[in-house]
T-cell receptor, first 113, second 111 residues
Framework: DTAVSQTPKYLVTQMGNDKSIKCEQN?????MYWYKQDSKKFLKIMFS???????INETVPNRFSPKSPDKAHLNLHINSLELGDSAVYFC????????????FGPGTRLTVT | EDQVTQSPEALRLQEGESSSLNCSYT??????LFWYRQDPGKGPEFLFT???AGEEKEKERLKATLTKKESFLHITAPKPEDSATYLC????????????FGGGTRVLVKP
């Protein structure tokens, strides 16, 4: 009964490739997020979607493109991967876009070689 | 321009040795402060939300408190299973609905 799930858990790829990470939540939440956790363990928000509409778009290279086919799914596509993209990417969801607790997925560790 | 600062960065405790973690934020207009626990290789797990100064929340050996500029997470008589990284995050009026995280405090409880 995983609340927020992500696939894959690990992703190893070469520079220049394109890859996608998928996220699904079964909590009935309206809002979903993508975070990046770097090697120093800082968690930073990248994007947020509320009911399929983009509401937060941080300063992220446009090689990163989120897509939300419905409010239970939020995918992250990354073009032309670079070494600096290596990190752990977390998906999260919350009841709404306001002051609500967010529930996180298990993370996807991306390694770019 | 760190808006959320957690201290200490790391904490080693003996089992049963109570201690406190600090989270301070530099920008005014707090809408909510959140505490999370993160185990190695896993996603952050929600613990508490605090909204206003004076508020307190408790769960087992953990108690979170909030003042106007900082929050404390008190760990009472910790056990080895309390070992984790504890993350603090805030939603500030100036930042819309964006959750801003601190760097975390790594807690190791030795038996």
């Amino acid at each position: 009964d995983t609340a927020v799930s992500q696939t894959p858990k690990y992703l190893v790829t070469q520079m220049g490739n394109d890859k996608s990470i998928k996220c699904e939540q079964n909590l009935g939440h309206d809002t979903m997020y993508w975070y990046k956790q770097d090697s120093k363990k800082f968690l930073k928000i990248m994007f947020s979607y509320n009911n399929k509409e983009l509401i937060i778009n941080e300063t992220v290279p446009n090689r990163f493109s989120p897509k939300s086919p419905d409010k239970a799914h939020l995918n992250l596509h990354i073009n032309s991967l670079e070494l600096g993209d290596s990190a752990v990417y977390f998906c999260a969801s919350s009841r709404g876009g306001g002051v609500y607790e967010q529930y996180f997925g298990p993370g996807t560790r991306l390694t770019v070689t | 321009e760190d808006q959320v600062t957690q201290s200490p960065e790391a904490l080693r405790l003996q089992e049963g040795e109570s201690s406190s973690l600090n989270c301070s934020y530099t920008v005014s207009g707090l809408r909510g402060l959140f505490w999370y626990r993160q185990d190695p290789g896993k996603g952050p797990e929600f613990l508490f939300t605090l909204y206003s100064a004076g508020e307190e929340k408790e769960k087992e050996r953990l108690k979170a408190t909030l003042t106007k500029k900082e929050s404390f997470l008190h760990i009472t008589a910790p056990k080895p299973e309390d070992s984790a990284t504890y993350l603090c995050a805030v939603i500030l009026e100036a930042a819309g609905n964006k959750l801003t995280f601190g760097g975390g405090t790594r807690v190791l409880v030795k038996p």
